[in-house]
């Protein structure tokens, strides 16, 4: 018994000299260090206390890592559910919602609306510039419209200016002639010599008026030839007093249907026929004499005239529209005065 109890004294030594360095590492480091040959001995022991207390250190750490996510998942979920709305929170959410969005609205829109506000404006200022601009160019058009009447009028007036000496120069130029109608012997391809013999013996004989041969420059017929058709003859004398000699005797010549007429330009000879047939209630009579148109109007059955038709009356009478057919009498030929 007494080797036993020597023999376990060493190993309380030991244990409490493990105590000792367990709280004091200096110690058991020695001990170590100075007894290698019980620490082989004692080692065994030393790690399984401590595995078994690093057992329930990291059991322990477990258990509180488990608990702290537990927590954590429990604060996530106690969060959601904080955010939760119940029905009764809708109304509350869509007013906030509304809110939140016209808010969003007047700070987007506000910017567009100032842009769109300035565009307008310019586009009214333009718009006025414009208009100004158009009232500008319709008074430009206005008094342009206006000198273009001006210079039709002036063009007009020119025109007729011209038509009026230009009728008048050739109606100059045919001042020695006449025109005599009624007159027989009439054949194809008459001749101009016989033609002046036709007339000269044809006034001889209604007139007893004696013309010689020299004082006829030329006489034909005018028109196509027609059997049984007596064309008129234009006579131009050599001299304008022989004309006027025979122009006295122009009412014996009518006596026989011989009529005998100035030589008219083709306006002056319209101007006459509307004259004398457009408004045969207000026209008594109309003649021309030395190429000059001469009318008597009635007026309420009282003779009004003569009247020399001045050219600026040409297109009034030229203007008129010419009687139907069926109600115009034959054309008169054309009388000398």
């Known amino acids: 018994m007494s080797d036993d109890s020597s023999k376990k004294r060493p190993a309380s030594a030991s244990l409490s000299d493990l105590d000792t360095s367990g709280a004091n590492g200096q110690t058991l480091k020695s001990t170590e260090t100075s007894t290698p040959a019980k620490e082989s001995n004692l080692f065994p022991v030393f790690s399984e206390a401590k595995q078994g207390e690093k057992g329930k250190k990291a059991k322990l750490e477990d258990e ?19 955010n939760m709305l119940t029905k009764n929170d809708t109304s509350f959410l869509k007013n ?3 809110d939140t969005i016209l808010e969003f ?15 307008v404006m310019d586009q009214a200022k333009e718009l006025e510039n414009l208009k100004k601009e158009l009232a500008n160019k319709d008074t430009v058009i206005e008094n342009l419209n206006v000198n273009n ?15 009026k000496v230009t009728n008048e120069l050739e109606q100059y130029g045919r001042r020695n002639n006449v025109r005599i109608s009624g007159i ?100 008594k009579k109309a003649w021309s004499y030395e190429g000059k148109l001469h009318v008597v109007y009635n007026q309420n059955g009282h003779e009004d005239g003569p009247h020399e038709l001045q050219f600026k009356q040409y297109h009034y009478w030229l203007n008129l529209p010419w009687p139907a057919r069926n109600s115009a009498p034959a054309t008169r030929p054309t009388e000398a005065r």
């Open 184 to 283: 027989d012997g009439d054949a194809n391809r008459q001749s101009s010599e016989t033609t002046t013999e036709l007339v000269i013996n044809t006034i001889k004989q209604k007139t007893g008026l004696n013309i010689g041969v020299h004082e006829i420059d030329v006489a034909h017929r005018l028109g196509k030839y027609r059997q049984g058709k007596q064309r008129p003859i234009i006579v131009k004398f050599v001299r304008r007093q022989t004309k006027m000699h025979v122009f006295k005797h122009a009412k014996q010549l009518r006596q026989s249907a011989i009529y005998i007429n100035d030589d008219l330009t083709k306006t002056n000879q319209e101007v006459l026929s509307s004259v004398r047939l457009k408004d045969r209630d207000s026209v």
């Open 105 to 119: 609205k007047d700070e987007l829109l506000k910017p567009l609306i100032e842009i769109l506000e300035s565009d």
């Open 64 to 82: 509180t890592t488990g608990s702290t996510g537990i927590e954590k998942q429990l604060a996530q979920i106690n969060g959601k559910l904080s």
């Open 149 to 163: 009447k001006r210079l039709e009028d002036r063009v007009r007036s020119d025109e007729d200016y011209v038509d």
């Open 96 to 98: 906030i919602i509304k």
